[in-house]
T-cell receptor
Framework: KAGVTQTPRYLIKTRGQQVTLSCSPI?????VSWYQQTPGQGLQFLFE???????NKGNFPGRFSGRQFSNSRSEMNVSTLELGDSALYLC?????????????FGPGTRLLVL | AQSVTQLDSHVSVSEGTPVLLRCNYS??????LFWYVQHPNKGLQLLLK??????LVKGINGFEAEFKKSETSFHLTKPSAHMSDAAEYFC???????????FGKGTRLSVIA
């Protein structure tokens, strides 16, 4: 079974631009979560989608948004990019997102904001 | 608030010697606990998880962890380190329902030949 895939793997943007990242979960998984990883803050939860609905949201500004499609693929969007948005963005999927389920992570998208 | 503390930011061991990576969690309810590993420029891979069954959990690559409720700890161990174990290790907690994962700051494991 194919793992979680994320595209693109690397991205360079300038301040003020916007960016869209894509995540394809493992087949059959309906829950998709997004995390931001930085050296200073570590791994922080952004949001979780289940059946096309945002079910949980972390403590990030409204510039960070996401959506999920009927095939469970998810996108996250960051508008008006800031230098501090440079990070590794990780996507994880699980069957239905319950606490005891394993979340399977993709390789991440590394975003550099100049 | 849920939290998890990894007591060491960096651990260095010699190849063939035991590994101990320490983790404590905040305890309000029954947690689910995980250890993930991240190799350079890679995503996160699950090593093992505790979900209220056996308190001693065995994972992949010879790693295991023991859930100790009285100490609110979930330390990761391996009897004999291998060079390929060099990576970043994250202790992760979540609670009942569909609450998001809460990550520790990570412990970087170095293995010296």
């Amino acid at each position: 079974k194919a793992g979680v895939t994320q595209t693109p793997r690397y991205l360079i943007k300038t301040r003020g631009q916007q960016v869209t990242l894509s995540c394809s979960p493992i087949s059959g998984h309906r829950s998709v979560s997004w995390y931001q990883q930085t050296p200073g803050q570590g791994l922080q939860f952004l949001f979780e989608y289940f059946s096309e609905t945002q079910r949980n949201k972390g403590n990030f500004p409204g510039r960070f948004s996401g959506r999920q499609f009927s095939n469970s693929r998810s996108e996250m969007n960051v508008s008006t990019l800031e230098l501090g948005d440079s990070a590794l963005y990780l996507c994880a999927s699980s069957l239905v997102g319950l606490d005891q389920e394993t979340q399977y992570f993709g390789p991440g998208t590394r975003l550099l904001v100049l | 608030a849920q939290s998890v503390t990894q007591l060491d930011s960096h651990v260095s061991v010699s190849e063939g010697t035991p590994v101990l990576l320490r983790c404590n969690y905040s305890s309000s309810y029954s947690p689910s606990l995980f250890w993930y590993v991240q190799h350079p420029n890679k995503g996160l891979q699950l090593l093992l998880k505790y979900t209220s069954a056996a308190t001693l959990v065995k994972g992949i690559n010879g790693f295991e962890a023991e859930f100790k409720k009285s100490e609110t700890s979930f330390h990761l161990t391996k009897p004999s380190a291998h060079m390929s174990d060099a990576a970043e290790y994250f202790c992760v907690v979540t609670y009942s329902g569909n609450t998001p994962l809460v990550f520790g700051k990570g412990t970087r494991l170095s293995v010296i030949a």
